[in-house]
């Protein structure tokens, strides 16, 4: 019997929702950054290049403020409990910064790869790396499946020996599904199938 590796994907595969819109939202910054983050989940703009661009926009935010917000988004309970059973084999492999997203991997149990920042202060004062999915990808041990929403996880998708495009908070972009070995739109079903690996 192989043991299966996971890589999920975190904003809108694991959270209920896109975690840049939300602290944006809190922060007074929703319009710009939600243009950005659509732009960026179609494949009309680089991730890199957006990415940049929207720690740019909330740089000056304290990041305990950020942290506060990020731990108050609802996650997917079928996932989270998937992640119970099956921690010593997840990973979230996110965009995201380790400082913002941190506590909430080690809540959930999951080996964390992300961008990264220096933070002094409780600010931001340099973004150090930018993940890419696809080299991410490479580290984790196989077989895997890797679970995703946006058309920055393609090269996540497109290394993994299962290939899931979730659609279980938007639908996932065009060029997911056309990777993808299987679409899936629901939390509950997501974590049936994984189980079956």
Same mark, same amino acid.
């Given at each position: 019997?192989?043991?299966w590796? =996971?890589a999920?994907?975190l904003?809108?595969?694991?959270?209920?929702?896109?975690?840049?819109?939300?602290?944006?939202?809190?922060v007074?910054l929703?319009?710009?950054?939600a243009? $950005?983050t659509?732009?960026?989940?179609?494949?009309?703009?680089?991730?890199?290049?957006?990415f940049?661009e929207?720690?740019?926009?909330?740089?000056?935010i304290?990041?305990?403020?950020?942290?506060?917000?990020?731990?108050?988004?609802?996650?997917?309970?079928?996932?989270?409990a =998937?992640?119970?059973?099956?921690?010593?084999?997840?990973y979230?492999?996110?965009?995201n910064?380790?400082?913002?997203v941190g506590? $909430?991997?080690?809540?959930?149990?999951?080996?964390?790869?992300?961008?990264?920042a220096?933070?002094?202060?409780?600010?931001?004062?340099d973004l150090?790396?930018?993940v890419?999915?696809?080299?991410?990808?490479?580290?984790?041990?196989?077989p895997?499946?890797?679970?995703?929403d946006?058309?920055n996880?393609?090269?996540?998708?497109?290394t993994?020996?299962?290939?899931?495009?979730?659609?279980?908070?938007h639908?996932?972009?065009?060029?997911?599904?056309?990777?993808?070995t299987h679409?899936?739109y629901?939390?509950?079903a997501l974590?049936r199938?994984l189980?079956?690996?």
């Open positions: 019997m192989c043991n590796h =996971f999920f994907d904003d809108g595969t694991i959270t209920s929702e896109e975690l840049l819109p939300r602290i944006a939202e809190a007074g929703r319009d710009e950054i243009k $950005l659509e732009l960026t989940l179609a494949g009309r703009i680089p991730f890199a290049y957006s940049r929207r720690v740019k926009l909330l740089q000056g304290p990041v305990s403020t950020v942290r506060n917000i990020v731990e108050s988004v609802h996650l997917d309970p079928h996932i989270v =998937f992640f119970q059973q099956k921690a010593d084999r997840c979230i492999v996110t965009g910064l380790d400082v913002w506590a $909430l991997c080690v809540r959930l149990g999951a080996q964390l790869i992300s961008s990264t220096l933070v002094k202060g409780d600010r931001i004062v150090t790396s930018i890419d999915k696809r080299v991410a990808a490479r580290t984790i041990p196989r895997f499946a890797a679970i995703g946006g058309h996880d393609l090269g996540m998708l497109e993994a020996d299962v290939a899931v495009a979730f659609g279980g908070v639908p996932p972009a065009p060029s997911l599904l056309r990777a993808a679409a899936i629901d939390g509950a974590c199938f189980r079956q690996l």
